[in-house]
Nanobody, 122 residues
Framework: QVQLVESGGGLVQAGDSLRLSCAAS????????MGWFRQAPGKEREFVAA????????RYADSVKGRFTMSRDNVAKKVYLQMNSLKPEDTAVYFC???????????????WGQGTQVTVSS
């Protein structure tokens, strides 16, 4: 089992940057594909980014491609989401998730954190 705790959210202005972190517990962290998802008020949860077990492969939603970068540190058992050039439409609760399939589909991820709020003002 994996427990996930996100941090790093906050209130920023459009064009600013934020770095989200997700700390994982458990001895098998490197066995999991990791993902970031987000959910804005009144909207469904949507895929943001995913990273393979080794960290050699990443996938991004078209809306964040070129602005967000996901990385992982298997020794520290952490994943990160570097968010640059933030836009008001990036405002959402961001969730870290762990799963066994390298996919953009939320239902394939078995473990979820509580989320961290990101608010981008215009």
């Amino acid at each position: 089992q994996v427990q996930l705790v996100e941090s790093g959210g906050g209130l920023v202005q459009a064009g600013d940057s934020l770095r989200l972190s997700c700390a994982a517990s458990g001895r098998t962290f490197s066995s999991y594909v990791m993902g970031w998802f987000r959910q804005a008020p009144g909207k469904e949860r949507e895929f943001v980014a995913a990273i393979s077990r080794s960290g050699n492969s990443t996938r991004y939603a078209d809306s964040v491609k070129g602005r967000f970068t996901m990385s992982r540190d298997n020794v520290a058992k952490k994943v990160y989401l570097q968010m640059n050039s933030l836009k008001p439409e990036d405002t959402a609760v961001y969730f870290c998730a762990a799963g066994l399939t390298y996919t953009t589909t939320s239902w394939a991820y078995h473990y979820w954190g509580q989320g961290t709020q990101v608010t981008v003002s215009s």
